[in-house]
């Protein structure tokens, strides 16, 4: 789950019972790119509308590296 608290945009995994704050974004708009979360995982998002609203639930996928340009 994808949620926006207090200004700060942060993922929750439920198998994992863990919530992390986004620290990094490829993308402005979010979606169809990848975020790091503060303890360094890195997740790939799912293309969505620009203008999805917050907290969504998405399927992520959990990537080792952020691949670069």
Do not use: H
Not at 14 to 19: A, H, W
Request: avoid cysteine; glycine fraction near 6%.
């Amino acid at each position: 789950m994808i949620r926006r608290a207090e200004g700060q945009l942060s993922a929750y995994v439920p198998k994992k019972d863990l919530e992390e704050p986004i620290v990094e974004v490829e993308k402005e708009s979010l979606w169809g790119g990848w975020v790091r979360l503060a303890n360094g995982w890195v997740l790939e998002l799912p293309w969505l509308a620009d203008d999805t609203r917050l907290p969504i639930t998405v399927e992520a996928k959990k990537r080792a590296t952020v691949e670069e340009d």
